[in-house]
């Protein structure tokens, strides 16, 4: 079986044009080789496919070789397509209620297929350290910030002493200096963490509505 394909042969294998590949590949969801070829076994492009394939796309690769011959149809062909024709549209319309409920299913097969897809892309992201987990994220930001109170409030005890020694302030002084430093960080600091938290709420929402929107990752 043929595994390394052209843009155009994929297309054809589709039934997609060739616009559609090369955006995905623009998009590196679609990965190509130094020759600008793919490899279909790769897990990133055979999970592209796959998903093609669950959009209702036929994976074929005899498009690639085969090439359709169209033949005009006679009067007789013709009669008989249109009979054919009315045929289905009355077996429609006497099975709509059957054909309602298949159409349903396949559109629950569909989304459940879509899932798992979207289940397989994230693995592969966490696989590849594309994604971190929230809970993790948020507490490396939060533990950033309090290292840099941390040092900021040692840098405060060092600029006061350099103050008390070099122009001779009291003790008094010295203190209320330290408290006015100590207080003018720890403002800075609250606001950071403040901004911080509702700056990861905003994305977490943001997922979360496309998420449960269009079911995109």
Do not use: C
């Not at 190509?32 to 074929?60: R, S, V």
């Not at 299913?105 to 966490?126: H, M, N, P, S, V």
Request: hydrophobic residues 35%; charged residues 35%; without cysteine.
């Amino acid at each position: 079986m043929v595994k390394v394909l052209k843009k155009s042969e994929l297309a054809k294998a589709l039934d997609l044009g060739n616009a559609s590949i090369t955006m995905a590949v623009k998009n590196k969801v679609l990965l190509i080789d130094e020759h600008g070829n793919i490899d279909i076994d790769k897990p990133t492009n055979n999970l592209w496919i796959e998903k093609q394939k669950a959009k209702g796309k036929e994976f074929d690769l005899n498009r690639i070789y085969t090439k359709r011959e169209i033949h005009p149809k006679t009067q007789a062909e013709q009669a008989l397509d249109k009979q054919q024709q009315k045929g289905k549209q009355i077996e429609t319309y006497d099975n709509s209620p059957l054909l309602e409920l298949e159409l349903k299913q396949k559109k629950a097969t569909l989304k459940r297929t879509e899932k798992a897809i979207e289940l397989d892309e994230i693995k592969i992201q966490k696989q590849m350290g594309l994604l971190i987990p929230f809970d993790e994220s948020e507490f490396l930001l939060i533990y950033i910030v309090e290292k840099i109170r941390s040092q900021a409030n040692q840098e405060i005890e060092s600029m006061a002493n350099i103050y008390k020694d070099r122009f001779g302030i009291s003790q008094d002084e010295y203190i209320e200096l330290k408290k006015d430093l100590n207080g003018s960080v720890n403002n800075i600091i609250i606001q950071a963490v403040s901004e911080l938290n509702a700056g990861l709420s905003g994305i977490q929402d943001k997922y979360s509505e496309a998420r449960g929107r269009g079911e995109r990752k």
